[in-house]
C-alpha cells in the first residue's frame, strides 16, 4: 500500500508561483511514475503532468507547458510540481498519483494508470 500526501498549496495571486509536494511513504519509491492531476469545482479531474521513475521523462498537457515542472527527489520519496505564471484557470484541488511499472521510462497521462492518489491540496490563484 502506498500513501501519498500533498503539500504546499494555498492563495495566490495571478502570475505569482508555489511549489506542490508530494511525500510517499514507500519503501521503493523509485519503481513508481508519478503524476499530477487537478479538479476543479464541477470539472472532472485532468491530468496536469507527469514523470518516469528516473525522472528522465516528463510530460506535460499544453495549457501548462512552459509554466509548470515536474521533477521527483528518490532519495526522499517526494515528487513536486513547481507552477509558475499561475493564472485563474489554474485554480484546483491538485492530487498526485502514482503507479508501480517495471519500465524505467514511461510515464502516462491516463487517470486509469495511476493505483494510489493522495488526498489532494488546494490552489487557488486570484485575478
Known amino acids: 500500500q502506498v500513501q501519498l500526501v500533498e503539500s504546499g498549496g494555498g492563495l495566490v495571486q495571478a502570475g505569482g508561483s508555489l511549489r506542490l509536494s508530494c511525500a510517499a511513504s514507500?519503501?521503493?519509491?523509485?519503481?513508481?511514475?508519478m503524476g499530477w492531476f487537478r479538479q476543479a469545482p464541477g470539472k472532472e479531474r485532468e491530468f496536469v503532468a507527469a514523470?518516469?521513475?528516473?525522472?528522465?521523462?516528463?510530460y506535460y498537457t499544453d495549457s501548462v507547458k512552459g509554466r509548470f515542472t515536474i521533477s521527483r527527489d528518490n532519495a526522499k520519496n517526494t515528487v513536486y510540481l513547481q507552477m509558475n505564471s499561475l493564472k485563474p484557470e489554474d485554480t484546483a484541488v491538485y492530487y498526485c498519483?502514482?503507479?508501480?511499472?517495471?519500465?524505467?521510462?514511461?510515464?502516462?497521462?491516463?487517470?486509469?494508470?495511476?493505483?494510489?492518489w493522495g488526498q489532494g491540496t488546494q490552489v487557488t490563484v486570484s485575478s
Open positions: 498519483a502514482a503507479d508501480h511499472t517495471y519500465f524505467m521510462n514511461t510515464y502516462s497521462a491516463s487517470r486509469d494508470a495511476y493505483d494510489y
Open positions: 514523470i518516469s521513475r528516473s525522472g528522465g521523462g516528463t
Open positions: 514507500v519503501r521503493t519509491f523509485s519503481e513508481y511514475r
